[in-house]
């Protein structure tokens, strides 16, 4: 069993606590919205990690800011997104899910997108469905006048959750999907690492995405394109 599929099944085993906390919320200086499902799914990966993964440093949303930090390119780290879509989770939508990146010495070793209401997950080195789709699916943070510019001829779908999103255009239920304002290292590595093994052209920035660790340095603008 993968370090991934551990960790999986270790959230799992809680589900039905992490879900209990969804009228939980309190508002983040930032406007988001966190709650005590984010910081125990938080608690549950830093207790593996402290177990299996000692010589990792966690990189977590809810463990940030990360000021002083200096970053290795050559380091070992777990990137954490405890649930993508807090929005979503909070309001009593299904559509959130986990999100993990471990690098080891600064190599990819593997990724996992993990929906948990929707029953649905994503392992490196596990296979997946693979759909035809003519559906673009947009970030919710796009403003009125962005949806505005928007070419016709396309089915379009904002759902509010990178992992949603992304694992949708590693599957090819959407053709593709693109952040174009910025999001942090923990939304999108591990769709980003998940598309490269599913042979889905990946950018970061306008540059092709090759498997590099990326740091809660800056805001980074994703495109993932069948």
Request: aromatic fraction near 10%; glycine fraction near 8%; hydrophobic fraction near 35%.
């Amino acid at each position: 069993m993968s370090i991934c599929q551990k960790l999986v099944t270790e959230i799992k085993e809680q589900l039905e606590l992490i879900v209990s906390f969804k009228s939980t919320k309190v508002k983040k200086s930032d406007d988001s919205f966190v709650s005590k499902g984010d910081l125990l799914v938080q608690e549950i990966v830093l207790d593996f990690c402290s177990r299996y993964l000692p010589e990792h440093t966690l990189i977590s949303e809810e463990l940030a800011p990360f000021e002083g930090y200096e970053w290795n390119l050559n380091g070992s780290y777990v990137v954490l997104d405890p649930i993508d879509g807090t929005e979503n989770f909070v309001s009593g939508l299904r559509e959130w899910g986990v999100g993990i990146s471990i690098y080891t010495k600064g190599l990819h070793a593997e990724s996992c997108i993990y929906l948990p209401e929707l029953d649905e997950v994503a392992i490196s080195g596990q296979p997946l469905e693979k759909f035809e789709s003519r559906i673009h699916g947009l970030s919710s943070s796009l403003t009125k006048e962005d949806l505005s510019k928007l070419p016709e001829g396309f089915e379009y779908r904002i759902i509010g959750c990178s992992m949603y999103n992304m694992l949708n255009a590693v599957k090819g239920s959407y053709s593709r999907f693109e952040n174009v304002k910025g999001v942090s290292c923990w939304d999108i590595l591990p769709g980003l690492n998940l598309a490269l093994e599913h042979g889905v052209n990946a950018y970061v920035n306008g540059e092709r995405y090759n498997g590099q660790l990326l740091f809660p340095t800056q805001k980074y603008k994703i495109l993932l394109e069948a």
